[in-house]
């Protein structure tokens, strides 16, 4: 089927082998390590506050997707942390009125407080639904961008929760059209997928799967004139707020591979787009593993205390000893693991390059666990590291690093050093790999010592390795294998380029 010129059918059920190819384990095992810490989070301040947070960056990038307006980050950061005011916009940030952008920003926050409750009065799904999303989602929102029949674009008037009554299509940058569902179908094809989706629940499809099948086949549909990918990306948050995971925040950055994943959904390939949704979540996940010691720190009423501590004294101790031990002796084994990976590549590396009129000099070493001599190496590019991938680096739950040294001239350092995700009391383990290089400046005229000064730290993967307790180890090491070996050539990638 081609890639790009589509034309509309029946929206179609979840593939018979969904359960061995679309669901993700370590993105699952994550979320319930997560889980475990929400519910003694929830009534929180600081909790909250991050809720909010997250609701307001997924009113405000939601937008954006769509086009409906543009809001330079510095003003998207101000607005996310400190609520939707127009004293905190200039018309610099934007290129609309400052007044009509916060009214469809409120629109999208108020739809997704809606989401909450309507999760909370454990309504089923529907159609009635649906439209009413379209109708609090367009509020403020008067008009659409349409071509008239002589392909000119033109601006016409919105109706709001009312089912399209002319044929939509989408345009590909290479001029040919994706064709969605015909208005005279929208009724049975949405009664199908709400149906479908019903089903899905009975199931017990796992959230992510659902999110992804939900958000692509209503996109299919495109129901109404100008929305749909509003809509789309609410029913999907819907489905993961039923499930207690963290709203669906897809932001002007991931754009380009959730449009991509889009694109493959068309063509019957759905995993890419349960991908993306997964990392998303990670993504979110991390931040609030970040929150805990902080929220943890607010002091509730002492009998409360008393109360939650003697509960989980009974309850989680001897468990959480047990994850705890689990998890650092699967990083052990993956430190070993990257340690001796990385001394074979430096063998291969060496032995490739050298020549008689050119060394190339290779070597790995590693700081593991307890070696009170080296394991504190490299704190601050494993801090950098992680601000960068926005989570909370722990290197006082865990520490250990492996490094490949390439020297040519210069050298090169590639880091991978494994640390907690999130702060205490979270059991998620990991690692970030990333490479900079290493120079030794001459002595100065004052006689002062040669010193020795790095590069910045270049990220070798968009997102650490990660792994829960529960998960089997055997799955895990080939989980790091492929993350490994992957960051390694980029690795090599980037010693190339500073040759």
């Avoid at 990083?331 to 291969?348: G, H, M, N, P």
């Avoid at 700081?367 to 490299?378: I, K, L, M, P």
Wanted: charged letters at 25%; proline letters at 5%; one cysteine or more.
């Amino acid at each position: 089927m081609d890639f790009h010129n589509l034309s509309w059918g029946e929206i179609t059920d979840l593939p018979e082998d969904w359960p061995q190819t679309l669901v993700d384990a370590p993105t699952h095992a994550l979320v319930e390590s997560w889980k475990q810490q929400a519910d003694d989070l929830r009534q929180k301040t600081l909790y909250q506050g991050f809720l909010e947070r997250l609701g307001r960056e997924w009113a405000i990038e939601t937008g954006i997707i769509e086009g409906l307006y543009d809001i330079s980050e510095a003003g998207t950061k101000t607005l996310i942390e400190q609520g939707f005011q127009a004293s905190f916009l200039t018309h610099d940030d934007t290129n609309q009125p400052v007044a009509d952008v916060l009214n469809k920003i409120r629109d999208q926050y108020d739809a997704l407080q809606g989401l909450y409750a309507f999760v909370g009065g454990q309504r089923p799904l529907g159609t009635s639904y649906i439209r009413e999303l379209h109708q609090v989602l367009t509020a403020h929102q008067r008009t659409y961008e349409a071509r008239d029949t002589l392909g000119n674009r033109v601006e016409r008037e919105l109706p709001r929760g009312v089912w399209k009554s002319l044929p939509n299509n989408v345009e590909h940058p290479d001029d040919t059209q994706f064709e969605f569902c015909p208005p005279e179908h929208v009724d049975a094809e949405m009664e199908r997928l709400v149906a479908m989706h019903q089903s899905h629940e009975s199931q017990k499809v796992p959230p992510d799967v659902q999110a992804a099948w939900l958000h692509h086949r209503f996109t299919l549909i495109h129901p109404f004139t100008d929305g749909n990918g509003r809509v789309a990306r609410c029913l999907a948050t819907l489905v993961l707020l039923k499930a207690h995971w963290l709203p669906l925040v897809v932001t002007r950055t991931d754009r380009a591979n959730y449009i991509d994943a889009i694109r493959h959904a068309d063509r019957g390939i759905l995993r890419p787009l349960v991908d993306v949704f997964g990392k998303l979540q990670r993504i979110a996940i991390r931040k609030a593993f970040s929150l805990t010691d902080q929220v943890l720190d607010e002091a509730p009423a002492l009998d409360s205390l008393l109360a939650r501590a003697r509960k989980r004294l009974d309850d989680r101790t001897q468990q959480a000893e047990k994850d705890r031990d689990r998890a650092v002796a699967v990083a052990d084994s993956l430190c070993e693991f990257a340690y001796q990976r990385a001394k074979a590549v430096a063998t291969q590396t060496e032995q490739a390059l050298s020549t008689p009129n050119f060394s190339v000099k290779c070597r790995a070493d590693c700081g593991r666990r307890n070696d009170e001599a080296t394991e504190n190496w490299f704190y601050l590019q494993s801090v950098d590291a992680a601000k960068k991938l926005d989570y909370f680096a722990d290197r006082q739950r865990y520490s250990a690093w492996v490094r490949l040294q390439i020297t040519a001239g210069h050298r090169t350092e590639i880091l991978i050093s494994f640390h907690g995700i999130g702060k205490h009391p979270s059991v998620v383990l990991g690692a970030a790999i990333m490479a900079y290089s290493r120079s030794r400046t001459e002595r100065s005229t004052k006689g002062e010592g040669a010193h020795t000064q790095l590069g910045p730290v270049v990220l070798l993967a968009d997102e650490p390795f990660e792994f829960t307790p529960p998960e089997d180890p055997a799955a895990v090491q080939q989980r790091f294998q492929r993350w490994l070996d992957a960051g390694l050539l980029r690795g090599i990638v980037y010693w190339q380029t500073t040759i």
